[in-house]
């Protein structure tokens, strides 16, 4: 099969997001200028460079009480920062729960029942039992091609990491198993790891 995107495709669903998997998922964390906080995962997310640490996420679509974003995004465009926690097999649905296109003024952690830390870099909270965070301030936010779609990328400024995911110095993924998106509604998690070494010239 061959189609092209902007002819579309003839199936029943969208295959683009099942080709591109599994995606990390960056559940994020913001508080707005008026003190409001929001929770929510994306999973057009991944980490971008070294030094200094960066990640990025996108945002692709928008509610009618944020104008041509959604409340992640508008967060962050008044107060200049925001938290990627990362979501563990255990908080599947609590994070899925924190999925919904709320009202501006709901606060997914006390929706989904999800308990809440301080960060200590940024004013914003955090997932507090989540295997690690990152504390982000805004480097810059990207207009995409199309309808609300927005790019936006943060230096990684604090860095949590939760004591029983460190085993021998090293941030072990198998004590969590981190969660991935898939295509449709279909996620997966992480359960085997095996190790590669690179070809020396």
């Not at 107060?79 to 097999?89: H, I, L, M, Q």
């Not at 009202?103 to 029942?113: C, I, L, S």
């Not at 004013?123 to 507090?128: D, F, G, L």
């Not at 279909?186 to 690179?198: C, E």
Request: hydrophobic share 40%.
């Amino acid at each position: 099969m061959f189609y092209r995107p902007a002819e579309g495709h003839g199936l029943p669903r969208n295959p683009f997001n099942a080709i591109v998997a599994p995606r990390p998922i960056g559940w994020i964390s913001t508080r707005g200028a008026d003190g409001a906080e929001n929770l929510a995962p994306y999973s057009f997310f991944n980490a971008v460079a070294y030094v200094p640490p960066q990640v990025m996420f996108a945002s692709t679509s928008a509610k009618p009480d944020r104008g041509d974003t959604k409340d992640s995004v508008a967060n962050i465009r008044e107060t200049g920062v925001f938290c990627v926690n990362v979501v563990e097999y255990a908080a599947r649905e609590v994070m899925n729960a924190s999925s919904g296109p709320w009202p501006r003024e709901t606060d997914e952690f006390a929706h989904a029942g999800i308990a809440r830390a301080p960060c200590h870099e940024i004013a914003c909270s955090r997932v507090a039992d989540a295997p690690a965070s990152l504390e982000c301030r805004l480097t810059q936010i990207v207009t995409l091609l199309g309808e609300s779609n927005f790019l936006v990328l943060g230096e990684v400024v604090g860095v949590h990491l939760r004591d029983d995911c460190l085993v021998e110095g090293r941030f072990d993924v198998t004590r969590f198993r981190p969660v991935a998106r898939l295509g449709y509604m279909d996620y997966a998690a992480v359960s085997d790891v095996f190790a590669m070494q690179r070809p020396e010239t």
